[in-house]
């Protein structure tokens, strides 16, 4: 390969993988601290997108879909908590699943009945569109780039966040032991309800910063969720920095898995995965046992 | 798993016998829907003995299903029905021996990876199936004619005729659910069942775990192939969806939705299931919606599943509510 | 969106049909005696998605055969007709169940049905088994009129490879010599760059690489990348719905646009072009109907179907019309009796339709044998060029009828 291209499908791989990661962030912080298999998970990043277009198609702008879908997205975790994960929390993962699927039924129930089936698109705002030229023949969209840097940063804040405050020392505390949090006279549901609401509103702002390039239409939520759940495991469940280098290793996996053996293209991601699981059965950081 | 509850056995008892009465009076699409049930509480029963019988979460069951399936249609020549003496064995231990190779890998792990393992060598057989022309492609493949069940040059039964295969599946299931309780009163089944409750425990005494989890595992998988070997017998026509994550927690569905404590229970989420989508598709178009509330119920008020309904419908129970109520 | 039709001569949904179920189930005991069931009511069966991606496919196809029907009397043969609409969900491994519900529980006399190919496959074994009528008012899926054809299988849209063929001829008129195709991993995808693959040899031209995207992955990047680094003449793509959406967004955004000329069929700049946006200006496509057409049935359909619906015509429309037209001849020949399945078969077999697309007729192996046109996309429409090709059959050979 062209050492100009290999560079270009380096970076491919990484801004997919950067993506991938602002997704599946809020699913390892519900997975890992509250211990809750959410597969609506998937369903919060379609309804992110869906918000974009809804307020993208009246205000005309991405900011303000922004502003005004992330409160939404908030809120809306914020009641599914209430009404129906708290009762999760002490029930098995299998009922967990069986719960979270009913979810994902009426979610896309709701979508189908109130914006239809019709693909639609999300305009890049404004200050962000064009492209870089990069070959003579290959230009790279400015947006992707700025996608990148929004993820980056989230994830800077997200470490910092998780490691270096009061809040997150509970969140960490409260996904070891419970009781003893409790105890130490935190409230343990309100915490549980904000770390649901944030993950769900992380999987919404993935859903709404990506709608510019992947365009909206029912079924995208299934589609990023096994995705979503292979990083997770590949990186170690509750683990920040083990989701961000497994979304790094999938985004590069997927697009050099394309280009390099397209024969098996469609299998290297869970290929990958399977490689790693069993040369380390609690995934890259994940604590063991 | 508990002793089925001696209401649930009898309801159980009853609901067979009804059955092996329905062809008599019922129309022809009802004995082909139960036939279809059938086939799918045999695809649950195998799930159920990995999940409850032996504590192993599986998402990638619906691959030895879609093998099973598969499997059918190779050995199927083109011209005729493949004689079902070898073939349904030869499906079933091909299955056994693909499980035990996946399995060899998977087994090492638990918990979320095991899960996370099985589905993602699901989806690569998903995507092996899917992708390859050879092995049938996306829009998949066919089985010209139905197996022959014959002896001594002599037909014995036609399973194009539907009341006939519908008798058939109903053997199975039976067969089935009493072949795995078999299994599991007997020293290895009682060993899987402990496995399940402590496995460190079972190891300490001596136990080799490992080989356990294989064995049940390669056992269930061959059990899933002989439901996928019905499906594809039924339809004849099989397609690599069948082998994908929506088939495999669809039948994980029915396992949960049934309950995890009870033997009967995945054979109840079957018939639950696909009963209730009727039901609800009949009354109304939003039965997705509908179907979603279902579930959610279940799980909110039946943590054992539907089995428990059971439970708390015995006389002494009953009379109880009336007395309280 | 809306499920309903305006004109309440057609209302269908799934409520009138499971009464319909309970219903016969009792009757099943009682069979009708022959002279009831001539003027009893023509059970036709709508076996399409009415839900998800390709839900906006289904209604189209399912109106616009009413439509046709409608317009000459709203009877088939003479006989009354009951509609019975079941969601296929574009489910694969429910296909065979589902078309079991209408042919078997349901009983009707006809099956329309489906949209996705894979369900369609399905939907075959089951006719060939229970010798029901099927018409396929979409799912390209070769087998159907190829390897599994059969007398009781008629396809009044296209099969994935036809509205290739065309694209690679003027892909190879234009002077293109070389080309990369560009699809998902399966079946249709395959098949249409088969058909583009032998209308661009005609002129000479051949394809040097085959990308193939996992099925349903949209992320395009890696393989876009390929392709400006691989410099080919022309590119053909085929991709549908929310992925063609992406794909021509990308194709555009990644510069190649305005470099390497992108083909495909219609179905790339169908439904698809208010979200496509200006990425889509100037593409060039082929298919077997375009929206102006300039025809007086054409004309008349596009002013009935929005009238009737509220909603523009489409490909998939015409092809739903179609379908009915076929069934109101057929049915007329025979007065009615679905029944006599050999004089029924051979009028619609020797049916010249008068459709939105032109006229066309049917193969020996029934499916359409049509004109294909050369479309461009100007001011965020299709617009007709010229006839890439005319009365194109699909290959016959693995057909045993033909």
Redesign the interface.
């Known amino acids: 390969m062209d050492p100009v291209f290999f560079l270009i499908q380096v970076l491919n791989g990484v801004q997919y993988g950067l993506l991938l990661f602002l997704i599946a962030s809020g699913l390892t912080l519900v997975f890992g601290i509250l211990q809750v298999i959410n597969l609506a998970h998937g369903s919060f990043y379609m309804v992110g997108a869906y918000l974009a277009f809804w307020f993208t198609a009246r205000s005309g702008s991405l900011w303000i879909a922004i502003l005004g879908g992330l409160p939404l997205a908030l809120a809306l975790g914020f009641v599914i908590e209430r009404l129906m994960i708290r009762f999760l929390y002490r029930r098995d993962h299998l009922t967990q699943v069986l719960l979270t699927y009913g979810l994902i039924l009426i979610f896309n129930e709701a979508q189908r009945i109130i914006f239809g089936s019709d693909p639609h698109s999300v305009t890049v705002p404004q200050i962000f569109e064009g492209s870089i030229r990069l070959t003579d023949t290959l230009s790279y969209p400015i947006y992707r780039l700025a996608v990148s840097g929004v993820c980056l940063i989230l994830v800077m804040a997200m470490i910092f966040v998780i490691q270096k405050t009061r809040l997150g020392m509970y969140v960490r505390a409260g996904s070891v032991n419970r009781e003893m949090v409790q105890l130490l006279g935190v409230d343990v549901g309100q915490l549980s309800t904000l770390v649901f609401a944030t993950g769900a509103g992380l999987a919404a702002l993935a859903g709404m910063v990506a709608a510019p390039l992947s365009s909206v239409y029912p079924g995208i939520g299934e589609h990023i969720l096994i995705i979503c759940f292979v990083i997770v495991v590949i990186g170690g469940i509750g683990s920040i920095k083990g989701a961000f280098i497994a979304a790094l290793l999938v985004g590069l996996a997927d697009t050099f898995g394309k280009v390099v053996v397209p024969e098996f293209a469609s299998m290297s991601v869970y290929a990958v995965m399977a490689a790693i699981l069993l040369w380390r059965p609690q995934g890259l950081f994940g604590r063991a046992g | 798993m508990s002793r089925t509850p001696r209401i649930l056995a009898w309801t159980a008892l009853a609901a067979v016998i009804l059955l092996a009465f329905l062809p008599q009076f ?5 004995i ?2 139960f036939t ?1 049930i059938m086939s799918s509480a045999i695809f649950a029963m195998s799930l159920g003995l990995l ?1 409850s019988g032996a504590g192993l ?1 599986s998402l990638g069951h619906a691959m030895f299903f879609g093998l099973g399936a598969y499997l059918l249609v190779f050995f199927s020549p083109g011209d005729e029905g493949a004689a079902i003496w070898w073939a349904l064995p030869a499906t079933m231990a091909a299955a056994a021996i693909a499980a035990l190779i996946i399995g060899a ?1 998977a087994v ?3 918990g ?2 095991f899960i ?2 099985t ?3 699901g ?2 057989l998903f ?2 199936f ?2 390859s ?1 050879l092995l049938g ?4 493949l ?1 089985v010209n004619f139905r197996p022959t069940v014959a002896a001594f040059g002599r037909d014995l039964l036609s399973l194009d005729d539907r009341p006939t295969l519908f008798y058939v599946a109903l053997v199975l299931m039976v067969a089935t659910y009493l072949g795995i309780g078999m299994l599991l009163k007997a020293p290895f089944g009682r060993a899987i069942l402990g496995i399940r409750v402590n496995e460190q425990r079972m190891k300490a005494l001596g136990y080799n775990v490992y080989a356990y989890k294989l064995v049940v595992f390669a056992i269930a998988g061959a059990l899933a192939a002989l439901a996928g070997f019905l499906y594809a017998t ?4 099989v ?1 690599p ?2 082998f994908s ?3 495999s ?1 669809l039948v ?2 029915m396992v ?2 049934g309950g ?1 404590r009870s033997r009967l229970g995945p054979a109840i989420g079957a018939f639950a299931l696909v009963l209730v989508q009727e039901a609800l ?6 039965w ?2 509908a ?6 119920v ?3 008020l039946l ?1 054992n599943g539907l089995a428990e309904l059971a439970g708390k419908l015995t006389p002494d129970r009953l009379a109880k509510a009336a007395n309280d109520g | 969106m809306t499920r309903q039709i305006k004109d309440k001569n057609l209302r269908l949904t799934r409520r009138a049909v499971l009464g319909g179920a309970a219903a016969a189930a009792a009757a099943s005991t009682f069979p009708a005696p022959f002279v009831l069931a001539q003027s009893a009511k023509l059970k036709v069966g709508l076996m399409l998605p009415y839900s998800g991606t390709y839900a906006a496919l289904g209604n189209n196809i399912a109106d616009a055969l009413i439509l046709a029907v409608n317009e000459k009397g709203g009877k088939l043969g003479g006989r009354e007709v009951e509609y019975v609409r079941l969601d296929d969900e574009s489910e694969p491994a429910k296909g065979a169940q589902n078309a079991n519900k209408l042919v078997v529980g349901e009983k009707v006399d006809i099956l329309v049905g489906t949209v996705h190919s894979g369900v369609a496959a399905a939907m075959v074994q089951v006719v060939r088994e229970e010798g029901t009528t099927l018409l396929i008012p979409n799912a390209g899926v070769g087998d159907a009129t190829g390897k599994l054809c059969a007398p009781n299988i008629f396809r009044t849209s296209f099969s994935n490879w036809q509205p290739g063929y065309p694209m690679g001829k003027v892909a190879a008129e234009m002077g293109h010599k070389n080309a990369v195709s560009i699809t998902w991993k399966y079946a249709a995808g395959e098949e249409s760059v088969q058909g583009f693959k032998d209308g661009f040899a005609t002129g000479g031209g051949k394809v040097t690489h085959d990308l193939r995207v996992p099925f349903p992955d949209v992320e395009f990047q890696a393989l876009l990348t390929e392709i400006a680094s691989i410099k080919p003449d022309c590119v053909y793509t085929f991709f549908a719905g929310g992925g063609a959406v992406k794909f021509v967004k990308d194709y555009d955004a990644a510069g190649l646009k305005k470099s390497i000329p992108l083909y495909g069929p219609g179905f790339l700049t169908d439904g698809t072009l208010k979200a496509q946006g200006a990425s889509a200006e100037g593409l060039l496509t082929t298919l077997h109907y375009v929206e102006d057409l300039k025809n007086p049935i054409n004309d008349k359909f596009k002013a009935d179907f929005q009238k009737a619906t509220g909603r523009p015509v489409d490909v998939y429309a015409v092809q739903g019309y179609d379908t009915g037209q076929v069934l109101v001849h057929g049915l007329a020949a025979v007065k009615g009796d679905a029944k006599a399945k050999k004089e029924f078969y051979a009028a619609m077999k020797s049916f010249k339709v008068s459709s939105p697309r032109g006229e066309w007729t049917f193969s020996k192996s029934q499916n359409p044998v049509q004109d294909f046109y050369l479309r461009k996309v100007e001011n965020g429409e299709n617009r007709y060029q010229k006839v890439a090709v005319k009365a194109l059959a699909e290959p016959t050979e693995a057909c045993k009828m033909a």
């Open positions: 019922a129309d022809r699409y009802y082909q829907l279809r999940v979460v890998l090492r792990t638990s979320i990876y996370m393992l589905l993602a060598f989806e690569m995507y092996l899917h992708d022309k492609g996306s829009d998949g066919y039924q339809y004849r026509s397609n969806v069948l994550w929506r088939e927690g994980l569905m949960i939705l995890l598709q009949a009354v109304t178009d939003d997705l919606i179907f979603g509330v279902f579930v959610i279940v799980v909110l943590p």
